[in-house]
């Protein structure tokens, strides 16, 4: 008697899972393939899986660019001196630099306060100078390769 109650618990829940399947083969029947087509190019867990790109625009008609007053380009800023700081005097009422000057390779002396390629030097230390021009700074220190 304990079998045949089992077996009948058994078919009944067999038959309810069937059951189940054929209602949602159902509701499955009424989507069409041509109703699927974002699932086709955008698959559901594929790694590329992006949102459909935006629309885009097209204006019918271009209105032509006003032709603007042609300017130069504003000048770039003068570059720093190509210098190389060979040594600097530091006495109690003279501070100056003695710089290699790269382009022609003339050996001049600077005081604190002059200016080289319109830049304006001034000494920092005893073993560094920097040239400065409109809030920019180019630094030289002393022995540096």
Do not use: N, Y
């Amino acid at each position: 008697m304990k079998a045949l109650r089992s077996i009948l618990i058994l078919i009944a829940c067999t038959v309810g899972l069937f059951q189940d399947a054929r209602v949602a083969g159902a509701e499955d029947a009424q989507l069409s393939l041509q109703s699927l087509t974002q699932t086709r190019e955008r698959p559901l867990f594929s790694p590329s899986r992006r949102p459909p790109p935006p629309a885009v625009s097209v204006p019918e008609r271009v209105e032509p660019l006003l032709a603007v007053a042609s300017q130069a380009p504003p000048a770039p800023p003068p570059t720093p001196p190509d210098v190389r700081l060979m040594g600097l005097m530091l006495l109690p009422d003279t501070q100056m630099a003695i710089l290699e000057h790269a382009p022609t390779g003339e050996v001049i002396r600077l005081a604190a306060g002059a200016e080289l390629d319109a830049w304006t030097l001034r000494i920092i230390d005893a073993r560094s100078i920097a040239f400065e021009l409109d809030g920019r700074e180019a630094r030289h220190v002393l022995f540096e390769r």
